[in-house]
């Protein structure tokens, strides 16, 4: 059974930085492309970001609100990928969500974690 | 960047009615526009990929439709657990985008 479980969350001040991880079980991790989501209080969501699998470079993509702030990372020999986020302000809280693609280079999403609540206050 | 801009924002219906709910993108995707269901403190859920195709599990009476700039969801019989929110999704570029969501009520 495929699970995706992110860990991490909590309150951190404006201006610090919080690490997120998604611990992938049930498929082969290295193989898939991981993304990170996140959805503010009320709001709709909003893709964050992307890491493709090693196959296709292990290259990154960023939302506009997040490039040069946040990084994605992974450890495909733990099966975790990671969200790194710095300088976080108050426009950064929201529950993150990693996900999986569906197929390689879909960019579409079939199984989700729960989600993770960050907020940012201080 | 594409944007995605999605029609109503919400909307109230009776069980039993159709629904239908648009979106449109910013340039032309081609078909590469998905969608999703959402319920209140869960994780989104695949419905409708690559604007037409039924995801696995997912009832018949969802369905999708459209290319280029203008898709749409239908609902052909709304049910109970179809109350929630919709969103499609662009995959057509790296920068991946959501609409802002529909948000489909108990009239």
């Known amino acids: 059974e495929v699970q995706l479980v992110e860990s991490g969350g909590g309150l951190v001040q404006p201006g610090r930085s919080l690490r997120l991880s998604c611990t992938a079980s049930g498929f082969t991790f290295g193989d898939y492309a991981m993304s990170w989501f996140r959805q503010a209080p009320g709001k709709g969501l909003e893709w964050v970001g992307l890491i493709r699998s090693k196959a296709y470079g292990g290259t990154t993509e960023y939302a506009a609100s997040v490039k040069g702030r946040f990084t994605i990372s992974r450890d495909d020999s733990k099966s975790i990928a990671y969200l790194q986020m710095n300088s976080l302000t108050t426009e950064d809280t929201a529950v993150y969500y990693c996900s999986r693609d569906y197929w390689s280079g879909s960019n579409l999403f079939d199984y989700w974690g729960q989600g993770t609540l960050v907020t940012v206050s201080s | 960047d594409i944007q995605m801009t999605q029609s109503p924002s919400s909307l109230s219906a009776s069980v039993g009615d159709r629904v239908t709910i648009t979106c449109r993108a910013s340039?032309?995707?081609?078909?590469?526009l998905n969608w999703y269901q959402q319920k209140p403190g869960k994780a989104p859920k695949l419905l409708i990929y690559t604007a037409s195709s039924l995801q696995s599990g997912v009832p018949s009476r969802f369905s999708g439709s459209g290319s280029g700039t203008h898709f749409t969801l239908t609902i052909s019989s709304l049910q109970p657990e179809d109350f929630a929110t919709y969103y499609c999704q662009q995959s057509f570029s790296a920068r991946l985008a959501f609409g802002g969501g529909t948000k489909v009520e108990i009239k």
């Open positions: 340039q032309s995707i081609s078909s590469y």
